[in-house]
């Protein structure tokens, strides 16, 4: 399963530490997606772009920063964290933002935040 | 923004017998209703979509069904088999958000 990738799988970090998480896709896609995924919540959509812009931030803290140089890749700045931002972070993509589109998820990156 | 809620959380059942999961959501302008599996550790993926065009869709061992009116959709699995054990995520997207119900934890007992 090569279609998504993101790396780190995992990562450890302190409050005040600064990270990013990175995220690729070999698809040939124009959009792409950060979800937040925590124990016995649902999928939570933070971020979308399509075609290199941001079209959605869905009242994300500004301690999550988004970055998308190119259509194949996305990443994810975080800065002073708080333990609560602990969770799976799932990158996606599909064919473009229209909702009809299967959106194909990368492994994630399980953050802990101590 | 729209509502999707998820039925049951958790779901056991014996190899061979069927499952169903039901999802409802609020906007009536949702048009489309993909459901994901989630095996442990891995990632979400697809198994069966369904538009509004249409009530039923089949794909051998699963089905989703779709009632517009009492704005429902269910997944519904039959002769259940151990590989069926995941979580399994419903999805109602509308406008330019994707809401995903909060899953359901399917076990399959051998």
């Known amino acids: 399963e090569t279609g998504v990738t993101q790396t780190p799988r995992h990562l450890v970090m302190g409050m005040t530490n600064k990270k990013s998480l990175k995220c690729e896709q070999h698809?040939?896609?124009?959009?792409m997606y950060w979800y937040k995924q925590s124990a016995k919540k649902p999928l939570e959509l933070m971020f979308v772009?399509?075609?290199?812009?941001?079209?959605e931030n869905n009242s994300v803290p500004s301690r999550f920063s988004p970055e998308c140089p190119n259509s194949s890749h996305l990443f994810l700045h975080l800065h002073t964290l708080q333990p609560e931002d602990s969770a799976l972070y799932l990158c996606?993509?599909?064919?473009?933002?229209?909702?009809?589109?299967?959106?194909?998820f990368g492994p994630g990156t399980r953050l802990t935040v101590l | 923004g729209e509502n999707v809620e998820q039925h049951p959380s958790t779901l056991s059942v014996q190899e061979g017998d069927s499952a169903v999961i039901k999802c409802t959501y609020s906007?009536?302008?949702?048009?489309?209703f993909p459901w994901y599996k989630q095996e442990l550790g891995k990632r979400p993926q697809l198994i069966i979509d369904?538009?509004?065009?249409?009530g039923e869709k089949k794909d051998q061992r699963i089905a989703v069904t779709l009632n517009k009116t009492a704005k429902h959709f269910s997944l519904h699995i039959t002769e259940t088999q151990p590989e069926d054990s995941a979580v399994y995520f419903c999805?109602?997207?509308?406008?330019?958000?994707?809401?995903f119900g909060t899953g359901t934890s399917l076990t399959v007992i051998p």
């Open positions: 996606a993509s599909s064919q473009d933002r229209t909702n009809y589109n299967e959106q194909f």
């Open positions: 698809l040939g896609h124009n959009a």
């Open positions: 772009y399509n075609f290199k812009e941001q079209t």
């Open positions: 906007d009536s302008a949702s048009n489309y």
């Open positions: 369904i538009r509004s065009n249409v």
């Open positions: 999805a109602a997207p509308t406008g330019n958000q994707f809401y």
